[in-house]
T-cell receptor, first 113, second 112 residues
């Protein structure tokens, strides 16, 4: 689904570095989400936003921050990366009308050394 | 908060046989239950969903059943094909919450 894009697709960084993952969407959706995926743990919600200037913590927000710069953009930052933040990160969007269905981006594979 | 358990974590079936994946949830207020499929190296995609006012829903070879009393729902795939090999995630929410809680996933392998 090219309507939801993530950059970068792969990233290797070192412990203590600050990094930013970006998500953009052209679907016109107002709701955006960040998840991380770890083997055997499924998809866990980090942060979500229902509109510009609306930011909500998910179940695993410690060590992360987000910014909703515009309706179409939602960025995830790791302030000081640590090895256990190595994971696959997905952005997702949903619509106010059909809000149940979430559309995922292609994912960003992050390795923290 | 909501707790979702998904079983089994891995499942292998012969091509042409049926596969069943089950999820249980804890919040009786939950009223929307989607299933997502994630092929290797790809993003999760919605394949079927069910709302709490319906007991069963079918879409060609896949179906979902819901037992609200027991708080569990299941994904059924009949006449399995190699392209059904993937990781399947159940999820749960209620419309007031507007967040999905996902199960831990089931890796389904179809044996030719």
């Amino acid at each position: 689904d090219a309507d939801v894009t993530q950059t970068p697709r792969n990233r290797i960084t070192k412990t203590g570095k600050r990094i930013m993952l970006e998500c953009s969407q052209t679907k016109g959706h107002d709701r955006m989400y960040w998840y991380r995926q770890d083997p055997g743990l499924g998809l866990r919600l980090i942060y979500y936003s229902f509109d510009v200037k609306d930011i909500n913590k998910g179940e695993i927000s410690d060590g992360y921050s987000v910014s909703r710069q515009a309706q179409a953009k939602f960025s995830l930052s790791l302030e000081s990366a640590i090895p256990n933040q190595t994971a696959l990160y997905f952005c997702a969007t949903s619509d106010r009308q059909g809000r149940e269905t979430q559309y995922f981006g292609p994912g960003t594979r992050l390795l923290v050394l | 908060g909501e707790n979702v358990e998904q079983h089994p974590s891995t499942l292998s079936v012969q091509e042409g046989d049926s596969a069943v994946i089950k999820c249980t949830y804890s919040d009786s207020a939950s009223n929307y239950f989607p299933w997502y499929k994630q092929e290797l190296g790809k993003r999760p995609q919605l394949i079927i969903d069910i709302r709490s006012n319906v007991g069963e829903k079918k879409d060609q070879r896949i179906a979902v059943t819901l037992n609200k009393t027991a708080k569990h729902f299941s994904l059924h795939i009949t006449e399995t094909q190699p392209e059904d090999s993937a990781v399947y995630f159940c999820a749960v929410t209620n419309f007031g919450n507007e967040k999905l809680t996902f199960g831990t996933g089931t890796r389904l392998t179809i044996i030719p």
